[in-house]
């Protein structure tokens, strides 16, 4: 059943996305922006809500609790166990965004702070910490832990429904149950094939750069296909092979890249910027995370930090699910840590790094790293990889690492709508991957021919909304669970 109505839900979206391109966009940018300017405050209070309720529930009585039974111990090791995670949660977002982001807050910053400033320099650091930070990862924390406890430690299929059993019990496999799944599978696939449609863009903006590869759609359609080809490669080998060898690759290669860059760049400049932007972001990460502009008409919480919230939520059920899959035996203290806190650093450091020395040409060097964002955003990374020492093959390591990148995120959603498509099975067979593999390629296809990508991410924020409640609801789910395990034991 989810299958089917996922499928077709999927093909009439699709159908109206390439027929109706323009009807599309405007009936989704019109919801995003009523959503976005009257809503925006549930996006921004649950998201911290849950953060804060996931780490006090890492360091509380419950932490210890393993997921799977007491005797299990991890499947992975700790640095393939991070290296998976990481890769599916937002690995070829780092790739994209590293130099741009940074880039685009020092030219048009928030709430009335001086563009071109050293003041919006200080700020650009400070909001791209938050957007990609702890909350975010707070977000996949609590999908993946609720569910990798429902799925290893109650024994229940490995689906989002399965996370409210502890609230609405036998209702789970019914046709609330069954609705859930279908969003969480709907937000994949729709999330999943717009960031192939983005990793496209950016691959074919860096061979466009290097090499003067034509940068044009039928160059991004051949990108896709080849793409395709290498995660349906990978994801019928298995999840021990294909994408854990993928993934630790992935990490080697992007910190190779992050070394090259910190030692042959402004280091000096890097170190100071990491400091004080991270200072200031962990002294006003209350006040960022709750801003709001009430009295000024101002979009730009709505168009970044209200944005990423919500794109990260429609991300949820993917990552989390993932991450859930490859936790098994882990401690609830050790799997929100590990989930959380160490991602995060890492993100923080790789924005100082690209982005300070992104800003650095800009202010210090007198290149015009802000017109190249500006004009392109896929190609900022690659004008400042430029300007170092072996900039041509530093780019070409960087194009291969967004590759690699958009391969493991490709290939690990294949396998988690996968399992969504067979009943939470945690091993589904390659026919259904294959299968779902081709669908989330024709998407990203047909929304590029179509000009759809907006819309589309349009839709992926707009569907995040409900699954807000589904992510509230396994909060109290989940603490439930735990607190009857822990009234058994006595």
Sequence with gaps: MVFYISIILLLVFLSFGFLFPEALLMVTDTLFGLITTNLGWVYLVAVLGVLI????????????????????????????????????????????????EPVFHYAQPPLGIEAASSQSALMAFRYAFLHWGLHP???????????????????????????????????????????????????????????????????????ATLFNVPNNINVQIIIIVVITILFLISATTGLDKG?????????????????FVFFFGPTVFIINTFLVSLSGYIQNILPMS???????????????????WAWWISWGPFVGTFIARISKGRTIKEFVLGVIIMPAIFCCIWF?????????????????????????VTVGLFVTLSYLPLGQVISFIAILLITTFFVTSADSATFVIAM???????????????????????MAIVLLLSGGLVAIRNTAIIMALPFVLIIILMCFAIFRALKNEKKTEK
């Design 137 to 207: 990862w707070g977000i996949y924390a609590i999908v993946g832990l609720a569910l990798a406890y429902a799925t290893y430690r109650k024994k229940r299929p490995c689906l989002i429904s399965s996370t409210l059993y502890p609230l609405l019990g036998e209702k789970t496999k019914g046709p609330i149950g069954k609705a859930v799944d279908i969003l969480a599978l709907v937000l994949t696939v729709i999330g999943v094939s717009t960031s192939l449609g983005m990793g496209a863009l950016q691959v074919n903006g860096g061979l």
């Design 243 to 259: 994408i854990k060898i993928l993934s630790n690759t992935n990490i080697i290669i992007a910190v190779a890249l992050l070394i």
């Design 290 to 308: 709750l801003a709001l502009t009430p009295f000024e008409n101002d979009p730009w919480l709505g168009n970044w930090t209200i944005f990423y």
């Design 53 to 100: 309720f996931t780490l006090v529930l890492a360091f509380s009585k419950y932490g210890k609790i393993r997921l799977g039974d007491d005797d299990d111990r991890p499947e992975y090791s700790n640095f393939s166990w991070f290296a998976m995670l990481f890769s599916a949660g937002m690995g070829i977002g780092l790739v994209f965004w590293g130099v741009a």
């Design 352 to 376: 100082t790094v690209f982005g300070g020395t992104a800003l650095y040409f800009e202010i210090f060097e007198g290149v015009n790293i802000v017109a190249a964002v500006t004009n392109d």
């Design 420 to 442: 969504f498509s067979r009943n939470g099975d945690l091993n589904p067979d390659n026919k259904i991957k294959i299968i779902w593999g081709i669908v989330l390629s024709l």
